[in-house]
């Protein structure tokens, strides 16, 4: 059950969390040129020559992480025909409800990662508030927000399976 993509499936978010992350520092310290005026409208970045080859590189990186996320997920699916995941469903593949045992897991999982955000979420708002802000580090409060709550349900799930499997 260690290697079930319903377990993995968390990393992969984190996975793309920190690819975004890199592509969101870099595009925001890049010099842009945005014109909106009645007959056009058009918007450029210039990269310098290295965040230019590290953009260059990462993209290929996430491409490759989309594939094989996407050949687990046929697999998966495949081998599971009654519980097929989608990623462009409305609910979130953190709601696993095949059994009472995986409705009791994540629904366990979801509350802690509730209640992190129950605390969080004002505690950004208000350091945003007060402190001013660049775009970036917004940029930064979500996805080490979004990195907290897929670390809290990754441990959490995985702990109850590894306690099924001894």
Do not use: C
């Not at 491409?63 to 687990?72: E, Q, R, Y």
């Not at 996805?143 to 959490?156: E, H, K, M, P």
């Amino acid at each position: 059950m260690k290697k079930d993509f319903r377990v993995q499936y968390p990393l992969w978010q984190i996975g793309f969390m920190m690819v975004f992350m890199v592509i969101a520092i870099i595009i925001t310290g890049a010099a842009t040129n945005y014109v909106n005026d009645k007959t056009s409208f058009s918007y450029s970045i210039q990269l310098e020559a290295l965040e230019g080859g590290i953009m260059f590189l990462i993209i290929p990186v996430f491409l490759v992480m989309v594939i094989i996320l996407s050949i687990k997920l046929s697999k998966y699916n495949k081998e599971n025909p009654s519980k097929k995941l989608s990623v462009w469903g409305n609910k979130p593949l953190e709601y696993m409800e095949d059994d009472e045992a995986w409705q009791m897991i994540t629904r366990k999982a979801t509350q802690k990662v509730y209640t992190f955000f129950t605390w969080s979420l004002p505690f950004s708002a208000l350091f945003h508030l007060l402190i001013p802000t660049s775009q970036l580090l917004i940029i930064i409060n979500i996805v080490a927000l979004s990195f907290a709550q897929y670390i809290i349900y990754y441990v959490n799930v995985r702990r109850h399976v590894m306690e099924d499997n001894e």
